[in-house]
């Protein structure tokens, strides 16, 4: 397995926007379905975003036009653009890669 690793995180403003980055440490190509999920303080994990190698998405409703998840193969790396944060959107975010592949998470706090 890969080692992932997140950065990018930090403190916004509401209204504001983050980029999250995950990076491999090896290749992603093969790797069929890539996502985000997120833990808010106090909850459980949820699914943020998910992303096929061949294109297809999934995003929660709660980020629905606000959030895109993006790979870039070449730079073993999947980006989460985060615009319009809300507080609700604090939370620790993970980077997924298949089925039980892990990073262990940056923080976003979003907070004026």
């Known amino acids: 397995q890969v080692q992932l690793v997140e950065s990018g995180g930090g403190l916004v403003q509401p209204g504001g926007s983050l980029r999250l980055s995950c990076t491999a440490s090896?290749?992603?190509?093969?790797?069929?379905?890539m996502g985000w999920y997120r833990q808010p303080p106090g909850k459980g994990r949820e699914l943020v975003a998910a992303l096929s190698s061949i294109g297809y998405t999934n995003y929660a409703d709660f980020v629905k036009g606000r959030f895109t998840i993006s790979r870039d193969n070449a730079k073993n790396t999947l980006y989460l653009q985060m615009n319009s944060l809300k507080p609700e959107d604090t939370a620790v975010y993970f980077c997924?890669?298949?089925?039980?592949?892990w990073g262990k998470g940056t923080l976003v706090t979003v907070s004026s």
């Open positions: 997924k890669a298949g089925s039980d592949n």
């Open positions: 090896g290749s992603i190509f093969s790797i069929n379905v």
